[in-house]
């Protein structure tokens, strides 16, 4: 039960790091308000954004957030 609680260690601090890496490629959302304010939001980027590296680095970050979560409470349970 050790080695097993010992992988998931390790596999909470990899998610730990590449979540923390994903966080800080992604772009600020206050590049988006600015052109919201100049009424630009309704551009080719803003539409196909999903299939952009930005959305699936958004995608990304909600499923390893999602994971980390789930580990977390898999980690503090009793073994």
């Known amino acids: 039960m050790d080695i097993l609680k010992t992988i998931v260690q390790i596999v909470y601090i990899a998610i730990c ?3 923390t890496v ?3 490629k992604q ?3 206050s590049s988006g308000l ?3 304010l100049t009424g630009a939001s309704e551009t080719f ?3 196909n954004k ?3 590296v930005e959305g699936i680095l958004e ?3 909600k499923i390893l957030a999602a994971v980390f ?3 977390s409470v898999v980690l503090n349970l009793d073994w």
Do not use: C, Q
Request: proline share 0%; hydrophobic share 50%; aromatic share 4%.
């Open 17 to 19: 790091i590449v979540l």
């Open 22 to 24: 994903i966080v800080l």
């Open 27 to 29: 772009e600020g959302k």
């Open 34 to 36: 600015s052109g919201a």
């Open 45 to 47: 980027w803003s539409k």
């Open 50 to 52: 999903g299939r952009s």
């Open 59 to 61: 995608k990304l970050t």
């Open 69 to 71: 979560v789930i580990l």
